[in-house]
């Protein structure tokens, strides 16, 4: 028999401290989709996706009532449509957009991701065309989500590509202004990006990824947090360690049961677990608060970056061993507007840019969520950008850039998405400009450990 | 299939006898019943059997959400294999 205690435990994970699965995500290959003529394209993409995910949400919502775990979101994410988009004729590719985001209404998913193009050494004519469609295709749709691989380790940085997506995020954000700029927030700039990450807006299947595939993302910083508000008193830093060792192996193991019994049910082959510390605006389910439980007073002080990084760490470590396949980006996310003790500590002038910059060097992921003023340039969005990519490259990690320019308005001003994207605050930019260097194009060479063979 | 019920509240008569009532209408097998009481404060965990083609785990959830509700405990109804994975290696 089960003991007791560990039995309430669970129950209080889930009851208080804000475990849930984060998201079942299905990859589906768009690769036989490809046609010549963009209607008939975009209409097999649509019946593919509506055939091979029409179970989906139904299935999640069954594991959901008999195993008693919330999940969250139900998603899909597809190949990198500037694959898709190559044989077109029709540059139109927005089309391919629309057809996603009727797929995803007619579903019931929440997001669709892979409104992408893979353009780390250079553009082909399919990613050139989404690349430059992604302002009106986020505009138009609504549960698309966008993201554009501009770097990697391998193969350095394409700075036109960079350039580009300066000029890209500005518009997004100028076309969905009305809205509080939320076009912008489904808009994910790269540098090695995964292939089989299940979490919004980043996610796409990548090539070399079987025609479908269930991968799931975990979540719980509340549960973590409690753990250590419990038993963390007085406790050294190895023994923090173990601890969130401890509780993301008990996560994972949860995340693991789900994404075994969803593709058994729904007949697809598991790709992997991705056990990310996701926060979200409800209070407690915070990284912030995280890091502030083993010490700090207030996320974004001196030793944050440390505290991350044994976090980030750990994390890993616990979860490695409950999975059969681990992949995604798993870590911990610090996206400022989905984390109640990131607003907070943006709010109180205690985080800024600089220190979100230097965190990323140890997160799993990259500056998320952050919301910019509103007359930023776009010259400035691609240094940004770059200095962001230039940390993934040279420490052969995945690092993204998912800012919003808050149109029309000014540092201390707000903006609010409602929902899981949460609330942000504007956050000052650095001075000076970058104009000339963002203008120069080229490639960024790439670093010395890229040549590993 | 396996299932775990867990009651935790306030401890007063009869809390036991209405579970395990709720349970034997339903058709489910009690197989293993722990129960503790500190000071007042009352706890159980009951591991029943569902068989196929009887009462769905969910359906079951409703039922004793409704007995917690008259006892004024909060009950949770779940899989065996949530607990069978997150706490055995």
Request: charged content about 25%; overall charge negative; aromatic content about 4%.
């Amino acid at each position: 028999m089960l003991e007791t205690k560990d039995i309430l435990e669970t129950i209080n994970m889930i009851d208080n401290e804000n475990l849930d699965v984060r998201t079942i995500t299905m990859g589906i290959s768009l690769l036989d989709c490809m046609d010549e003529n963009i209607d008939k394209a975009s209409g097999r993409v649509y019946d593919k996706v509506c055939r091979y995910a029409q179970d989906l949400v139904k299935t999640g919502e069954d594991i959901e009532k008999e195993y008693g775990i919330p999940i969250i979101n139900k998603r899909i994410s597809v190949t990198p449509i500037g694959m898709v988009a190559a044989p077109c004729q029709s540059k139109n590719v927005v089309k391919f957009a629309k057809s996603l985001d009727k797929a995803a209404k007619n579903l019931g998913v929440n997001f669709i991701g892979g409104y992408s193009a893979l353009v780390q050494k250079g553009f082909s004519a399919g990613d050139y065309a989404v690349i430059d469609s992604i302002p009106e295709a986020l505009a138009v749709t609504e549960r698309v989500c966008s993201s554009v691989n501009i770097g990697s380790t391998k193969a350095g940085l394409n700075m036109d590509a960079v350039k580009m997506m300066g000029k890209i995020v500005k518009q997004t954000a100028e076309k969905t202004a009305d809205r509080d700029c939320i076009g912008a927030a489904k808009l994910v700039v790269f540098c090695n990006a995964p292939e089989d990450n299940p979490f919004m807006a980043g996610a796409f299947h990548g090539a070399g990824e079987s025609d479908c595939v269930i991968n799931v993302g975990v979540s719980g910083p509340g549960v973590v947090r409690a753990a250590l508000a419990k038993d963390g008193a007085g406790k050294s830093i190895d023994e923090i360690a173990d601890m969130v060792k401890k509780t993301a192996f008990k996560i994972t193991r949860m995340g693991q049961l789900v994404a075994k019994e969803a593709s058994k049910r729904l007949c697809v082959p598991f790709g992997i677990v991705d056990l990310s510390l996701a926060p979200t605006p409800a209070v407690g389910d915070s990284v912030a608060y995280i890091l502030e439980e083993m010490g700090l007073e207030s996320c974004g002080c001196h030793g944050t970056t440390a505290a991350l990084a044994l976090l980030n760490d750990a994390v890993k470590k616990g979860g490695v061993m409950a999975s059969s396949h681990v992949g995604g980006l798993s870590g911990a996310f610090i996206p400022v507007s989905e984390d109640a003790g990131m607003i907070s500590a943006a709010k109180k002038g205690a985080l800024d840019i600089t220190k979100l910059e230097c965190m990323t060097a140890v997160c799993s992921v990259g500056l998320d969520m952050i919301v910019v003023p509103g007359d930023i340039s776009a010259e400035t969005i691609s240094a940004i950008i770059a200095d962001e990519a230039a940390i993934g490259m040279v420490n052969s990690k995945t690092t993204a850039v998912r800012l919003i320019p808050a149109i029309g308005k000014k540092a201390g001003d707000d903006l609010n998405f409602g929902g899981l994207l949460g609330t942000g605050p504007v956050m000052p930019i650095r001075k000076g400009n970058a104009d000339v260097f963002i203008n120069r194009g080229g490639r960024l060479p790439a670093p010395l450990q890229s040549l590993k063979n | 299939m396996k299932a775990i019920i867990t009651v935790v509240g306030k401890d007063k008569v009869g809390i036991l006898a209405k579970v395990s009532a709720a349970c034997a209408n339903a058709d489910v097998n009690i197989i293993e019943v722990t129960q503790s009481v500190l000071q007042d404060m009352f706890a159980m965990t009951m591991m029943v059997e569902i068989k196929k083609g009887d009462i769905e785990l969910d359906a079951l959830r409703e039922k004793l959400e409704k007995v917690g509700e008259e006892t004024s405990t909060k009950i949770h109804v779940m899989h065996e294999d949530i607990f069978n994975s997150m706490h055995r290696i």
